[in-house]
């Protein structure tokens, strides 16, 4: 009987560790043969889904293995090596940070101390640079994070100038790929060709309304979607929303940015004024979108400055 008592007690620490080990994210899915990712929910980053509303991705050869953004704080990043671990004792070589939005990049030092390779595209690296300081503070304000709980990752040890091969091993090969300006000034593009998949990060929105920041582009943006179009017959897991062919992201996305560039655009070639031309701007079609309310007036107003730079310009 004692030996039962023991046994049940171990189990249920164990269970209750497990729990604390995994508090922040839930088990990775499958995607492919080699690509397993983390969908993240809607929303902001808050208290109650720990910074966690995102989609993350990694890839597995025979060799070694690709980590396709590294989360948004240490305590994620360490997560998600756990949760790594659990399916693969292999080396994460790699760390791909398709941009410099706090949640893709802020947990590099964490895979770093594992030996794994950093990489970023220029602008993306000085943007990252030029940002931290106000994703720390950000982070202290949403998540009531103390100053120890998120210290700055160090430098990207490698920037992508050009198209870029990674072999995991075992025919398992990565195709990074830069183009124009998106969500971000320079984000990447990760091709895994053995798996007929490709993980494009913030330059696709499906579920929630899309996001024009500062370092966004939303002319660039369009080129770049279009860019997505040469890969044909493929998965792509977008920043946000579920994994689809690229057809799934038409309207939430690319249909969303031309309207913003063409109304915008045309309002400024009229003369009017930013307000005016805001509250002439349609977006209803779109209001079923997560953050819909939060998102489109601020959208819009970026989108007017936008236009009426390239009017000068």
């Known amino acids: 009987m004692q030996k039962i008592i023991v ?10 560790i497990l729990a604390e080990e995994f508090s922040i994210l839930p088990k990775p899915q499958k995607i492919t043969e080699h690509v397993y990712a983390w969908i993240g929910p809607y929303g902001g980053p808050n208290t109650k889904n720990k910074g966690y509303r995102m989609n993350m991705a990694f890839v597995v050869g025979v060799k070694s293995i690709a980590v396709l953004d590294s989360g948004f704080y240490p305590a994620m990043a360490n997560e998600m090596i756990r949760h790594i671990k659990a ?30 390779e950093i990489m970023t595209s220029p602008k993306e ?27 700055l990752p160090s430098k990207p040890t490698r920037i992508i100038t050009q198209e870029t091969d990674i072999d995991l091993g075992g025919g398992v090969k990565l195709t990074i ?15 895994v060709n053995s798996d007929k998949l490709v993980y494009a990060g913030d330059i696709l929105y499906s579920g929630r309304m899309l996001s024009v920041v500062e370092g966004s582009n939303i002319r660039q943006w369009i080129q770049t979607y279009e860019y997505l179009k040469r890969f044909t017959g493929v ?3 977008p920043g946000h929303g579920v994994p689809a062919p690229l057809s ?7 249909q969303y940015l031309q309207l913003l560039d063409a109304h915008m655009t045309k309002m400024v070639a009229e ?13 209803s079609s779109f209001s079923h979108l997560e953050n819909y309310k939060d998102l489109a ?10 236009a009426e730079l390239a009017a000068f310009d």
């Open 7 to 16: 046994l049940f007690l171990l189990f249920g620490m164990n269970q209750v």
């Open 87 to 116: 399916i693969s004792s292999l080396p994460i070589k790699y760390v791909i940070n398709s941009n410099s939005q706090p949640d893709r990049f802020l947990g590099n030092d964490v895979f770093r101390k594992l030996g794994a």
């Open 125 to 151: 690296a000085v943007r990252m640079e030029d940002n931290g300081n106000n994703y720390a503070m950000l982070l202290e304000m949403r998540m009531k994070f103390k100053p120890a709980d998120i210290q």
């Open 177 to 191: 790929h830069l183009y124009k300006a998106a969500h971000t000034p320079q984000p990447l593009i990760v091709h």
């Open 235 to 237: 998965t792509f897991i």
């Open 248 to 254: 799934a992201f038409e309207k939430s996305t690319y």
């Open 271 to 283: 003369e009017k004024d930013m307000q005016e031309a805001i509250l002439r701007l349609d977006q």
């Open 297 to 306: 007036g601020r959208n819009a107003h970026r989108a007017y400055l936008e």
